[in-house]
């Protein structure tokens, strides 16, 4: 087949390049006037242009302020945690008086000081503020220290003296499993039958695998700042993705009305979902101490505590058994998943429940039986990160059908093209949702072309042939992703755009901004509805008093839904400004154009400016709120059947390894990506959030290794034990391209989410490992993820 003119591709260098039927040459990207590339769109708008992240000048020079970069108020005390040291226990004594009596010491703080509920305000209303009589993990806070300034407080946390009576630990899934321990009830996800299947299948294969969890690593750790203002009213700096839930939580906590607390986000460090829920429980506990002591409290985690503290992505274990026939085509599968969730549910729920809907990735099941269970271990509670159990869900299909390809003897790119929805019978999901706009097989097709996937694969079977020791593997899968929250409440957003005389521009959201260049993207959207220059629009921090009960900033939908509020917002402004012009010119208010920082009729051409002046003058509203909410969706939580999400989006990967059998170490030498994010609201973004995503993808299936000893400690709390990926990681061969279709469904400015999607496209470096393997003469089957170099060299030596 002949590939389409795709939008983009980039490299690891940053260049840009066109791309046609062949990987062409790098050349410089289309640039605009004012020396932004544009990458397709309209120059005269700002969408579809690569702008500058609307903070990097600032990042860059060290001006973006951060939350501990914030002057502190005077009187300003700090706080450290007092963690429980082991797993499981009852708590029969806490003696503070080492800790009281060291100069600087102002308190400790513990459940006894919690005005409010002495359970957080979560979904499942399981988890305390600080232990009660027993401890579920080792790291759980018990009390904080208060003091001065931040190294006494920590100082005196290792003072306090805890007397705990250990009791026994659950810390796998297999003994939680086997003990009917879960934080949830389970959930079984079924369609046709899937054991008559199996039975009827000409070949059959069960298998047993485990993904470990990944710690969310963000730059600016953990961290919140409360402030006491007058009349119990209360003002809370939070590196957060949901202020609106940190409101709720402090409120809750502190037995006051929701309208006291009012909660700040410029914005965060990284947050990968580990800011989602689990920033809240420091912005309660700073509450706590503040309320207790009349002043103002800080309390910044330091990365060893953040690790033992926090949640992770929650590490799976499956068993699976599936049936097919000899042309690869899936017959029956039954798939078991055992989630470990930690001491509390968090949320575990929606996270195993997007595990089970994404299970199926890219293809049709049409006999097949989930099981999910949620497991309740005496670890931290696990909590979303990036794909929230979408790549939990993918990665065992995309190893499922490799095995298959394998026992048949097939090339796995023609399994998997075998197995893809396709019409008619075949588009529906086993929760029941069509499959409407499915462009996987042209873009899977086109990446084969365009990265020479065919002939690589001859390629590497020669070389493997002439190399006793480095042996390549070699791997292209598929991703389609659900964008919208599973949770449909979730899916809705508010915003605030105001036009000020000068004619400059602000907008608020209920979104956060973690550098992922959301507020750019509102920023972008907001100047094409008015038509006036990007640098004219200015987006502020998020705050509760200012847009209340927002979602959370996750779920990949963060423009999705506050830039389409945004928009709308914007678009009452210029609504109001039209009708005015119309009547100055007379003539219909659809008549009047905006663009280019001009206001203009048939009749005459106006300055934004001297427009928004005039306006003004005569008592003309030049300020609006917008509303959005995700349209089409809805699904039945007890059966997890109807839609859930408003679209997907689709990518593919092929990625090129190399192993050497004598130590199990390997390289990733080469990464094609074709990615689709519909109509791009700003390309340079979208690219380095698939490179981001996919690396990102990579350390959790390679490197970053969490291991817990037999009493339940996390023994890598720290980069020198837990290694993420570095530059040298990257491979040398990272190129990328954008499908240039717009987003079929009715989404702002014809885009896709991207935020999500790439990370799974880092499973093909998984399987090319698993490749590698078995054409060294190994036992793929073995190896778990991450795939570390022990992992390899084990499944190599089987």
Known sequence: MNAPDLKLVADNTRGARA???????????????????????????????SKFHESARAQVAGAATYIDDIPEVRGTLHAAPVCSPVAHGILRKLDASAALALPGVRAVIDAG??????????????????ALDTVLFTGQVIALVVADDVMTARRAARLVKLEIEELPAVLNVHEAHALESYVLPPVQVSRGDAKAALRRAPHQI???????????????????????????????????????????????????????????????GGGFGGKETQAGHLAVWAAIAANQLKCPVKLRLDRDDDFMITGKRHPFAYHYRVGFDDSGLL???????????????DLSGPVADRAVFHADNA???????????RCKTNT???????????????????????????????DPLDVRLRNLYGMDARNVTHYQMKVEDNILDPLINTLAITSGYRERREQIAAFNARNPVIKKGLALTPVKFGISFTATLFNQAGALVHVYTDGSVQVNHGGTEMGQGLNTKVAQ???????????????????????PNASATAASSGTDLNGRAAQFAARHVRDNLAAFVAGLDDCGAGAVRFEGGQVITDKATRRWEDVVGAAYANRIQLWSDGFYRTPKIHYDKATLTGRPFYYFAYGAAVSEVAIDTLTGEYRVLKVDILHDVGHSINPAIDIGQIEGGFIQGMGWLTTEQLVWNGKGYLQTHAPSTYKIPATGDVPAHFKI??????????????????GEPPFMLAISVYEALRDAVAQAGGDPLLVNAPATAEEVLRAVSA
């Open 363 to 373: 293809y049709f099941l049409e006999d097949v039986a989930i099981s999910s269970y």
């Open 19 to 49: 791309a046609g039927q062949r990987p062409a040459p790098a050349a410089e990207p289309r640039r605009s006037a004012n020396g932004d590339a544009t990458l397709g769109g309209s120059p005269s708008l700002a969408a579809g242009q």
């Open 206 to 268: 069960e298998g047993r695998f485990e993904v470990g969890g990944q710690e969310h690593f963000y730059l600016e750790g953990q961290i919140a700042y409360v402030l006491p203002l007058e009349q119990n009213q209360w003002w809370v700096y939070t590196s957060t993705q949901h202020p609106g839930e940190v409101q709720h939580w402090v409120s809750h906590a502190l037995g006051i009305a929701n309208n006291a607390v009012t909660v700040e986000c410029r914005r965060m």
């Open 331 to 345: 017959c029956g599968l039954e798939l078991e998943m055992l989630v470990n969730c930690g001491f509390s549910a």
């Open 737 to 754: 391209a954008l499908w240039p279709e717009a987003n079929r469904e009715d989404n702002v400015h014809g885009s896709k989410a991207v």
């Open 525 to 547: 959207i907001v100047a094409d509805e008015l038509g006036v220059p990007f640098e004219r629009v200015l987006a502020t921090a998020s705050d509760t008093s200012k847009v």
């Open 380 to 410: 931290q509670s696990h909590t979303a990160f990036r794909g929230f159990g979408g790549p939990q869900g993918v990665i065992v299909i995309e190893r499922i059908l490799s095995d298959i390809a394998r026992t048949l003897g097939l």
């Open 113 to 130: 000081d919690i005005p409010g509920d002495t359970t957080l305000a979560a979904f499942a209303h399981d988890e305390p503020v600080f």
